[in-house]
């Protein structure tokens, strides 16, 4: 079993900035990718960003590249999603996750923290 918990979710207007943060704790042995998902409301849960737990090879989606970035300590145990320029759309409950092998659907990955609520205001 792996747990996650995600941590840095907040209010912040057009813009802004945030940073959320994932603690992973458990048998994380097998967490070769880490990725995050949102999910707002009424729509489903999408892929954001992943990253390789070897080399940190990094991965994400088309509407967020070159806003956020993702990062990970794996002494830690822990993964990073730092979100700039955010927008009223990046609005969504953001979920860490981890898999074995890559993947950017919800199926690929075997574990799932609780989410943090990101809004942003226009």
């Known amino acids: 079993q792996v747990q996650l918990v995600e941590s840095g979710g907040g209010l912040v207007q057009a813009g802004g900035s945030l940073r959320l943060s994932c603690a992973a704790s458990?048998?994380?042995?097998?967490?070769?990718?880490m990725g995050w998902f949102r999910q707002a409301p009424g729509k489903e849960r999408e892929f954001v960003a992943a990253?390789?737990?070897?080399?940190?090879?990094?991965y994400y989606e088309v509407s967020v590249k070159g806003r956020f970035t993702i990062s990970r300590d794996n002494a830690k145990n822990m993964v990073y999603l730092q979100m700039n320029s955010l927008k009223p759309e990046d609005t969504a409950v953001y979920y860490c996750?981890?898999?074995?092998?890559?993947?950017?659907?919800?199926?690929?990955?075997?574990?799932w923290g609780q989410g943090t609520q990101v809004t942003v205001s226009s």
């Open positions: 996750a981890t898999a074995a092998t890559y993947s950017a659907t919800t199926r690929g990955y075997d574990y």
């Open positions: 458990g048998r994380t042995f097998n967490m070769n990718y």
């Open positions: 990253i390789s737990r070897i080399g940190g090879s990094t």
